[in-house]
């Protein structure tokens, strides 16, 4: 069984989203931590997937100067094939619509190149060029209707 679940300043949940996000970035994809922690933390709404009762994936969102971004997507390799992804990017649109002044805010991602027929599938389209972000191609990606 798949859930996702809102990290409600609940610290202990929050350290398993950052070991999730540190095995799949800092580990496999060789982002220094001081890249992958930033000033945002506090301030973006996290979440917690798991897969038969076991973290395997989070991600999160926060309001920026130029809309919603979406951010931070990481699955433990395991657990990839597994739709975890898919539940952690309905979850964070899903709630992102829940919220009263998110009406008519642009939603973005910086998708990793490998990444964009996922974010496709769900409506985002890549706009402008291609860009280095620690040291991983990625595009700019939008999403015009929840």
């Known amino acids: 069984m798949l859930t996702v679940r809102y990290i ?21 994809q060789h982002v220094s931590k001081e890249e992958e ?5 506090a301030s973006s709404r996290h979440f917690l997937a798991y897969y038969e009762g076991n973290p395997c ?5 926060r309001y920026t100067e130029k809309g919603i971004k979406l951010e931070r997507f990481a699955v433990l390799a395991e657990f990839r094939s597994k739709k975890v992804g898919s539940a952690l990017l309905q ?5 992102v619509a829940a919220q009263n002044d998110t009406a008519g805010k642009l ?7 490998t990444a ?24 700019k990606m939008i999403k015009t209707t929840i």
């Not at 994936?57 to 969102?61: D, I, K, P, S, V």
């Not at 964009?116 to 985002?124: A, N």
């Open 37 to 41: 922690y930033d000033e945002f933390e």
């Open 107 to 113: 939603i973005y991602l910086h998708a990793q190149v």
């Open 8 to 28: 409600d300043n609940e610290e202990e949940l929050l350290q398993e989203a950052f070991t999730i996000r540190e095995t799949v970035f800092v580990k496999e």
């Open 57 to 61: 994936g989070t991600a999160r969102w």
């Open 91 to 95: 979850a964070l649109l899903k709630d």
């Open 116 to 139: 964009m027929p996922f974010y496709t599938h769900f409506g985002f389209s890549p706009v402008g060029e291609m860009f280095e972000e620690c040291n991983i191609q990625h595009y």
